[in-house]
């Protein structure tokens, strides 16, 4: 645990492909590289993310997430990380979402703290060990694929705060 100060406002930015490497992939077409495919009835966007799997007992995991969202204002008292492999998460429909994330390593604090809100088409793959919040929604039922690592190991760290690290306040 780590004494946290004051609470802070987070507001979030705009996810970019440049503002996140830091921390992972942002999962997108625009302009990204793509191929018709399919008798040209279709085109691939191809290897949007390092999907990153440990050399363990581990096994690739696709599942679907249906998340709510959380009280306003949101208060940060943990954050979380998975040691083992990254984690993907991609809306099934396109409604904005917000990514609070810290850089792997050192303990989440809030000057490390960053809120990403994504424009509904864009998901975001969290690189091994990046400290992040769980699931941020704005809507009800909102569904994502998620992409992760299955295994015997434990593949998923929490950090509480002594007390509460920053809010996401009601109007972001």
Not at 10 to 36: S, W
Not at 99 to 122: D, H, S
Not at 127 to 142: I, K, S, T
Request: hydrophobic content about 40%; some cysteine.
């Amino acid at each position: 645990m780590s004494q946290a100060p004051n609470r802070m406002p987070l507001i979030p930015r705009p996810l970019t492909r440049e503002a996140f490497a830091p921390f992972g992939d942002v999962i997108e077409t625009a302009g990204r590289d793509h191929f018709t495919i399919n008798d040209g009835y279709a085109e691939r966007f191809h290897d949007l993310a390092n999907i990153d799997l440990a050399e363990q007992n581990g096994r690739t995991l696709l599942s679907i997430f249906r998340a709510r969202p959380r009280p306003r204002p949101i208060v940060i008292t943990m954050m979380e990380r998975h040691p083992l492999s990254s984690q993907a998460f991609i809306p099934l429909y396109s409604v904005p979402f917000l990514v609070l994330v810290a850089p792997a390593g050192a303990e989440p604090t809030l000057e490390n703290l960053t809120l990403f809100r994504t424009n509904g088409r864009q998901g975001v793959n969290f690189a091994r060990g990046v400290w992040h919040f769980p699931l941020l929604v704005e809507q009800e039922n909102q569904e994502f694929l998620i992409v992760d690592r299955g295994g015997p190991e434990k593949n998923c760290d929490l950090f509480y705060f002594e007390g509460v690290l920053g809010e996401i306040p009601a109007a972001t």
